[in-house]
């Protein structure tokens, strides 16, 4: 069963700062993996999807790298706004005959950016 | 279309009634999930509709959920006799089929928050 990990669970930076959140998997057969982002009380914002045939994808601050063999993500943050201030939640689709290829997320890490 | 339209986006009932939340997905979506979402924790797979099949449910859907997509537009999930361990923010996400693809990128809704007395 897929576990997906993220590290760490709460973070808190001042403005300005460069910053890089991580994602864990367990089952490295997947066929992509999103990052989004999740205010309190709403719905995901998607941020980037990465193919499993990808290394990474970059929109505007934000670049999110895959390898697919060690089971890992990573989101890199550049100089962080206090806008940037959310719950970021990793999420990979799996590869599954016959699957609807739902997304397995993880608990999310917690961003504060202190103006 | 601006994007996934959930209603409503809260809900507070007594132990034992039933409820029903509607989601509209963005339109050339062919491809509709539920999700749910407790606090702390990251949304958990419920099921899923391609047009207006349901192709899978997960296990967490006990009897009492049901979930429709009759038109293949828009779905609604049922809860009956709700207790108090349903109340979490139901989610509901649309994806567009690709050719030769199972499956794209997940829009998602605002959710629905329910809260079970």
């Known amino acids: 069963k897929q576990e997906v990990t993220q590290i760490p669970a709460a973070l808190s930076v001042p403005e300005g700062e460069n910053l890089v959140l991580n994602c864990s998997f367990t089952d490295s057969a997947i066929y992509n993996l999103q990052w989004f982002r999740q205010d309190p009380g709403k719905g995901l914002t998607s941020l980037l999807l990465?193919?499993?045939?990808?290394r990474e994808q970059t929109s505007g601050r934000l670049n999110a790298s895959l390898d697919k063999s060690s089971g890992r993500s990573t989101l890199y943050i550049a100089a962080s706004q206090p806008g940037d201030s959310a719950t970021y939640l990793c999420a990979v689709s799996e590869i599954s005959s016959g699957s609807a290829r739902q997304l397995t997320f993880g608990s999310g890490t917690q961003l504060t950016v202190l103006p | 279309d601006t994007g996934v339209s959930q209603d409503p986006r809260h809900k507070i009932t007594k132990r034992g009634q039933n409820v029903t939340f509607r989601c509209d997905p963005i339109?050339?979506?062919?491809?509709l999930y539920w999700y749910r979402q407790t606090l702390g924790q990251g949304p958990e797979f419920l099921t899923y509709?391609?047009?207006?099949?349901?192709?899978?449910k997960s296990r967490l859907l006990s009897d009492r959920f049901s979930a429709e997509r009759p038109k293949g537009s828009f779905s609604t999930l049922e809860i009956q006799r709700t207790e108090q361990g349903d109340s979490a923010m139901y989610l509901c996400?649309?994806?567009?089929?690709?050719?030769?693809?199972?499956?794209?990128?997940?829009?998602f809704g605002e959710g629905s928050r329910l809260t079970v007395l």
């Open positions: 339109s050339e979506h062919n491809r």
């Open positions: 509709f391609q047009n207006e099949a349901q192709l899978e």
């Open positions: 990465i193919q499993s045939s990808q």
């Open positions: 996400a649309s994806s567009r089929l690709l050719a030769g693809a199972n499956t794209g990128e997940l829009f």
